[in-house]
């Protein structure tokens, strides 16, 4: 296949917009056929221009033939020149590090046009190039030192030679804070200014080419690389420098929308303006304001679409979403995660999203109106940057976004204009103003449904809004703070305004903004409080108070404040109270009262105290039982009911009533299934069900009926996972879910899988430690993990990868332990860990009996952090009568006894046995060597008693070895914990 230049260009532009490497390949097998040479010309522009990521001058790449195969290297020495090493390739350019050897001997940074890159066009935009760095004169701007051409006729221009490294790298590696970044930003803009007063536009302005260095210890940013500058007003070449049709110039990440419009539009210093506003915010969040996967991903249009019309999320709003990361960018900045957030919220939001704006004609007018606005901030004065008014905001909100948002606000806005026409008439005349308040409330009623319709689904089925979603949520937050501001004189207009309040509470909640929430919550309550008094027959305000109460516990919970939850809890649960009594059939006031006597219930159990939690919980599912029995299509009151039968059934485990309880969870697990049938997508109900599923596996004894449940769970949350990458939550059950299926594996004598689940189990976990490094439950995932590991090891005869599994846990654990060391949890999970793997050492083999001396350790560190753990003093007992410690093995059994309330295994009875003979007391030995054979008799258990023991015991008293009759094996194993 022969090809003129046109047909190789045209490969070559078909093939470098497609995506798939194997797709490419394919298409380039056709398109050049057989001829080898036109395939390698094609790839070898590929490569090139994939590996410039300013996209610069697309055609021009394109226009490269047969001479750019045929272009030489560099020679050494380029006039008075020799080149030291190359720094930097781009689209046009290659940059070496030269070495002046007269008439001055000096380092310099040449830049030599590309082998190969010798078209009319490339020539043209780098003389433009060598032009504009020529007319620079500012500190800020490298310079232009000498320029000419080889022997071979290529350009090159010498400039002072930039030892620095990009702004944003500058900043993070030496921890600038916000102040000191800001600094360093306003010299750049300054650089910036120089040239637009120059008549050069960089159009490129991004951080590798805005570098730091260092003059006598002091960071000089300096701007390079005007590559594809534009002149304004003057000519920078006697050749024609013409931007092609459709042909992008910039950085993607830092093009503002007039660049990428392709429109015909001229470019103008604004643009850089916009760069400079990208920078900005990426130095404040250390993110751009638009993700780099996405761009990378998009095809042109759809790219282009992004950087024109979809507007970035607040740098204060992008800090706040970015979960883990905040502690990292924090600690970059030199300030705490909440103060960085609220430093910039505000005057720098403001100063940010201005230079952003996708109107060139709303942006900073110069560089020097940016850098002037950053130094009021700097200078504590009031920056002339403000953000646009909420009907400017809300219009540009209902213009980019889906078809239901853009309708749903635009009446929204139709009904705002509409009343404030009224208001205007309202002055002429009483009849319009009645009219003008009836359609502010008409427009309230319209937020109100945008927000019920939409916002709080996204709250319901989101652990992480998205940066469109926050947005939507602040605009609603102006628009309530707005009506809550409104005091009305009667009482309906009054809890009006409160309700507006409440929406405001809870939008500050979905933000993360959980401190103004409680501000909120508490001063609606005061004012609640007084209305109700006043009003003491108006059942309105117990309803509002009644809420915001329950409310305000629910924060105070999720800060591990349990006290003050309660308090507040029954406060409400009384007002409720009241409020069913005097209208017995109004399902609202009904409905609350159950919602918060579960509430309540979680909270007692939350702190141990299991009678209240249980009684709570009953209460709440009666209820809620009759509310459904009502209407039983009432999916609120339905997947309240399912979590409450949960509950219910998880008290009543933990009191001894476990047919009941498995009753219960089954109960649970059949009213999720019916709302999946209703809502199969649902994440809800999806993760409830899968929840239901575990805990009704910790009651059941049917292995195989466990094993396919863990097997649909695991399948459950995998989806989840994978659906919602955002919601750690589904991870962490996921993981333990794998852990409980670890178990049930081993538990049928299937030691391998076990293994491999437990593996993934531990990844699973390990991820969730590693992401969020802030959450100590995911560490404490991890060691459980791994003790399980170590227990499956064991029992596959693996004795030295338990022990190893052990003692990765073990390293988990201490700091786990020293780092919180009030919590209880942590504490009986350690306890147990230290207590298997002394367990495992005295079975494992008889090598451990003969070095019994670490098992003896373990088992007393597990008595000291839980001293009322009766498994911590069982095999305590076995370890010191193993290390030949009789009367400490002794005390720990009769201690274990004693917690047992006189009751005690075979297990603890034979080793009193054995150590009461070692020390000779034959006779109390004997005692209790009966007592074990009698336990065993009736039914008792020898299944986790050391084989080596029950032979020691038999041998030294002379008596007939205990044997368990033969008995059907139980159907079920152990219950697993539930999360």
Known sequence: MNADPFDEEAIFQVARRIASPSARTAYLGQACGADAALRRRVERLLRVCEEEASFLDVPACAATTDRAAAAEAPAERIGPYRLMETIGEGGMGVVYVARQVEPVRRDVALKLIKPGMDSRAVVARFEAERQALALMDHPNIARVLDAGTTEQGRPYFVMELVRGIPITEYCDR????????????????????????????????KPSNILVTLHDGVPVPKVIDFGIAKAVGQSLTEKTIYTGFLQLVGTPLYMSPEQADLSGLDVDTRSDIYSLGVLLYELLTGTTPFDPATLRAAALDEMRRIIREEEPARPSTRLSSLGASLSTASARRKADPRRLVASLRGELDWVVMKALEKD????????????????????????????????????????????????????????????????????????????AEARSQLARKAVDRMYTQVAEKWLSQQAKLTGL????????LAFYRQFADEQGEDLPAQLEAL?????????????????????????MTRELEALSARHPDDPSCGEELAWTLAQLAVVHSR???????????RRSIRICETLVARAPGNRDYRYRLAVTLHNLGVTCADVGRNTEAEAAFVRAREMLTRL???????????????LTEDSVGRAWDRSGRHADAEAALRRSVGLYEQLLAVDRGNPGYRSGLAIGLINLNTVSSDRQQINDRDIRIIEILAKLAEEFPDRPRY????????????????????????????????????????EFPSIPDYRAMVADALDLMAVCQYEAGEVERGKQSARRAHEVWLPLMTAFPDRVDYRRKFAEFLTNEAQRRLIAADASRREPAEAVHLARRACEVNPGQELGWKWLGLAEYAAGNWDAAIRAEEKNIAIRAGDGWAFLYLVLASAHWRRGD?????????????????????????????????????????????RPAPPGGPPKPAP
């Open 174 to 205: 030496e921890q600038l804070s916000v102040p000191e970044r800001l600094e360093l930003f306003v010299l750049a803009c300054r650089a910036v200014q120089h040239a637009h007063q120059k008549g050069v536009i960089h159009r490129d302005l």
């Open 731 to 770: 991870r962490e059950l996921l993981s333990i879910s794998r852990s409980n299926h670890a178990i049930t594996l081993k538990e049928l004598g299937k030691l391998n899988e076990a293994k491999r689940v437990g593996g993934e189990a531990i990844a699973t976990a390990e991820r969730l430690a590693a």
């Open 360 to 435: 060139r004609r709303r942006r900073f007018e110069t560089a020097n109106d940016l850098a002037a606005d950053v130094m009021r901030y700097l200078n504590d004065q009031p920056v002339e940057a403000c953000p646009p008014s909420p009907l400017y905001r809300f219009s540009k909100f209902a213009r980019r976004n889906r078809p239901t948002l853009v309708a749903g606000l635009l009446v929204v806005l139709a009904l705002l204009i509409g009343a404030g026409v009224s208001a205007w008439q309202a002055v002429r005349a009483t009849r319009a103003e009645r009219r």
């Open 628 to 642: 459904h029995e009502e209407a039983p299509d009432d999916g609120e009151v339905t997947a309240k009911l399912a």
């Open 559 to 569: 800060h591990n404040r349990h006290r003050d939850a309660e308090d507040l809890e």
């Open 469 to 476: 979603q926050r947005e939507f949520l602040e605009e609603a």
């Open 499 to 523: 309700r507006a309040r409440k929406r405001v509470a809870m939008i500050e909640e979905a933000l993360g903004h959980d401190d103004r929430a409680e501000a909120t919550y508490r001063a």
């Open 922 to 966: 034959p006779e109390k030995a004997r005692e209790w060597y009966a007592k074990a054979a009698s336990r065993i008799a009736a039914g008792g258990s020898l299944a986790d008693t050391p084989p080596w023991l029950v032979d020691e015991a038999s041998s030294l008293l002379g008596e007939a070895k205990i044997v368990e009759p033969r």
